[in-house]
């Protein structure tokens, strides 16, 4: 009699477990992907400052080649951390 009640009980249990697993895993991943979104309005923003002032000194190319530069170096250093990371 006590058998089945304790599988009941024990179900009960790990269903709460695994709802709030679940829960926790959809805010972070909410939060990983607001927090992605959030990264890159910053970077396209602040890429559109400092290309308009840069700008102002020199003409558009150039102004788009040093914002395109400063992006592709930063680029590379991810890769090359990433690289070493894992080896």
Same mark, same amino acid.
């Given at each position: /009699?006590?058998?089945?009640? $304790?599988?009941?009980? =024990?179900? %009960?249990?790990?269903? &709460?477990? !695994?709802?709030? +697993?679940?829960?926790?895993?959809?805010?972070?991943?909410?939060?990983?992907?607001?927090?992605?979104?959030?990264?890159? /309005?910053?970077?396209?923003? $602040?890429?559109?400052? =400092?290309? %308009?002032?840069?700008? &102002?000194? !020199?003409?558009? +190319?150039?102004?788009?080649?040093?914002?395109?530069?400063?992006?592709?170096?930063?680029?590379?250093?991810?890769?090359?951390?990433?690289?070493?990371?894992?080896?």
């Amino acid at each position: /009699m006590i058998g089945p009640l $304790l599988r009941v009980a =024990a179900s %009960a249990a790990a269903t &709460r477990s !695994l709802r709030t +697993a679940a829960n926790e895993a959809l805010n972070r991943a909410l939060l990983t992907v607001g927090a992605a979104l959030a990264l890159g /309005m910053s970077a396209i923003c $602040l890429s559109f400052s =400092a290309y %308009a002032l840069i700008e &102002r000194q !020199l003409d558009p +190319a150039s102004a788009s080649a040093i914002v395109g530069t400063f992006w592709g170096l930063l680029g590379l250093g991810y890769f090359v951390a990433t690289r070493r990371r894992r080896n």
